[in-house]
């Protein structure tokens, strides 16, 4: 069975293909738009598809849309009909719904051959959760889907046995953990849908002075749940306006609301295991991107392994889709094996971009120990390797790399990328080299929980530490990405440090870079030092070859 999945409704638009059971592609329109998050995140964009993203899955496939089995979309407008209603000049919201009852009508309008009454509408939170336990490789394990909203709920939590979802609890609306936390966002000045994860690293600036405030208004119910609506944000700190600067009442309402999130999601962990007693936890949807909440229910909770969906935000829901129509339809589903679900590029097309954009390139014998040289030396090399990563995580084939050792890098990358100074950056390490070095769930493949750095490695690998002594790791498998762990090994012979700086090569406001033009784009527009792009290698003027 064949099985384009679509994720069209909120934000981060995007599309996957399921053949036979086999991930066969998964991007991101954003990628291929240039725009960030591929549409504005409102009841008005949602009859735009992820056209672009679409299409390349389908090419990627090698199929035609008249070869689809089905078209699973990540919504079900029968749910949310019973919440929204009629399209009323005061309830814009039902014009969401009436989009997404269209949506056969619009999929046409792009891909005439689409076969009729192809369509199938998966739940989103249900679509969020088949992300988790179809593509990851747990197949009996306990599930908890946790983001803004979906259809006219905001949390899910339930057991997986053999590959099939029961369901245990629903949070309904208007009570959403990270719709409080989206408002937060907006309180702190940054874009709501977009920079929640800037609140999380503020929060490691902060004392949680308004935690008891936030005890009060968000707590878990007896049915597996929780109450959280009604803040009064003004009364805990004006809204800042976004070229203000930060100041202390900022970072401290982000640690009273990220350390009460945190509590919520321990405590609905806990219920969870007591009714399942299972012993791994799978996790999907937008909360699931925070990464501290994870490490501390990894740490703390009652599950031996949590294991997260890294395109865990809306993206995702479009390859849970897929899997999930795939699996109900009778295909056995293969778990996905990398997060590189993306574009990719040979050698030929490389060099094309670079002659035809009349760029100095050279290729060297090697570029793994070239590009490690180059780090070694204190420079910063734009890493360009392989398929592009599904969501939004740089994980070595769309990367800026650069030496830990010296704490200016932390600033300096943070220049590069226009980003605010209290952004912490990333630390890549083998998986045989970590536990020496982090505390905390090993391996991380995903870069999805923090660990604590151990003290004898904190000067060492000081712009990889973050104020409050963690760091987001990214381990590396040699068997699944052998050029990263040729890097790896390359610089740490040069410098005796097995640590590499690793952070998304992109600019503020920008998508991830996905082609080679992207990245061309981007050398050209920010003071990196040298581009490792395939085989190839860029200097920039005055870096020594």
């Known amino acids: 069975m064949k099985v384009l999945g679509i994720n069209a409704v909120f934000h981060d638009s995007a599309a996957a293909l399921v053949a036979d059971g086999k991930i066969v592609a998964a991007a991101e329109e954003e990628r291929f738009s240039r725009r960030k998050h591929g549409k504005e995140c409102n009841p008005f964009t949602t009859w735009e598809l992820p056209a672009l993203s679409a299409a390349w899955c389908l090419q990627e496939a090698g199929i035609d849309a008249d070869e689809l089995d089905a078209v699973a979309y990540s919504y079900d407008p029968a749910l949310a009909l019973r919440t929204n209603g009629d399209v009323t000049a005061a309830q814009w ?25 192809s369509v199938r509408f998966v739940r989103h939170h249900v679509a969020h959760a088949a992300s988790a336990y179809l593509a990851g490789p747990h197949r009996t394990c306990s599930v908890i889907v946790a983001d803004g909203r979906g259809e006219n709920a905001s949390f899910l939590a339930g057991r997986v046995r053999d590959g099939n979802l029961e369901v245990l ?29 800037k609140v999380m690293g503020l929060a490691a600036y902060g004392k949680p002075v308004h935690l008891d405030y936030f005890r009060r208004k968000i707590t878990v119910n007896g049915n597996g749940g929780f109450y959280a609506d009604g803040i009064d944000w003004d009364a805990l700190c004006p809204k800042r306006d976004k070229d203000q600067p930060f100041k ?9 609301l990220q350390i009460r999130l945190e509590e919520v999601l321990l405590e609905l962990a806990q219920r ?26 990894a740490r703390e909770g009652p599950f031996a392994e949590i294991w997260v969906q890294p395109a865990a935000g809306d993206a995702g829901t479009a390859l849970g889709a897929a ?17 590189a679900l993306g574009r990719h590029f040979s050698e030929q097309q490389v060099e094309s971009f670079l002659r035809e954009a009349h ?85 991380s493949p995903y870069m999805l929980f923090t660990h604590r750095v151990k003290r004898d490695w904190r000067e060492r690998i000081v712009a990889a530490v ?78 020594a070859a």
């Open 359 to 443: 760029v100095g390139y050279e290729r060297p014998a090697n570029i793994a120990e070239a590009a490690a040289e180059i780090i070694a030396c204190d420079g910063v090399v734009a890493w360009f390797q392989g398929k592009s990563e599904y969501g939004p995580r740089a994980l070595g084939h769309r990367s800026l790399l650069a030496h830990p050792g010296f704490a200016a890098n932390l600033d300096r990358l943070n220049h590069i990328k226009g980003r605010e100074e209290f952004r912490p950056v990333a630390p890549m390490v083998l998986n045989d080299r970590a536990a020496a070095i982090f505390e905390g769930q090993l391996p």
């Open 248 to 256: 202390q009442q900022h970072a401290d309402l982000a640690a009273s």
């Open 169 to 197: 609890a629903v949070q309904h609306l208007p009570h959403s953990l990270g719709l409080r936390y989206e408002e937060a966002t907006t309180q702190l000045g940054f874009r709501r849908s977009s920079d929640e994860y």
């Open 323 to 339: 899997l999930y129509v795939s699996h109900a339809a009778g295909d056995r589903v293969e778990p996905m094996q990398s997060a």
């Open 466 to 543: 973050h104020v409050d002594g963690t760091a987001r790791v990214q381990t590396v498998d040699r068997a699944e990405e052998a050029l990263v762990a040729e890097m790896l090994e390359a610089f740490e012979r040069r410098t005796g440090t097995p640590v590499v700086i690793n952070t998304s090569l992109n600019t503020a406001g920008r998508p991830m870079v996905d082609e080679p033009r992207d990245a061309l784009e981007c050398f050209g527009s920010a003071p990196i030092d040298a581009m490792a792009i395939g085989p190839f290698l860029i200097r920039r003027s005055g870096v």
């Open 93 to 117: 919201e039902g014009l969401r719904t009436l989009y997404v009852q269209h949506a056969e009508g619009f999929l046409r309008s792009v891909f005439p051959k689409l076969p009729r009454n």
């Open 272 to 297: 969870l295991y007591d009714q399942t007693h299972d012993k791994v936890l799978v996790m999907a949807g937008g909360v699931a991107l925070n990464c501290v909440a994870n490490a501390r229910l």
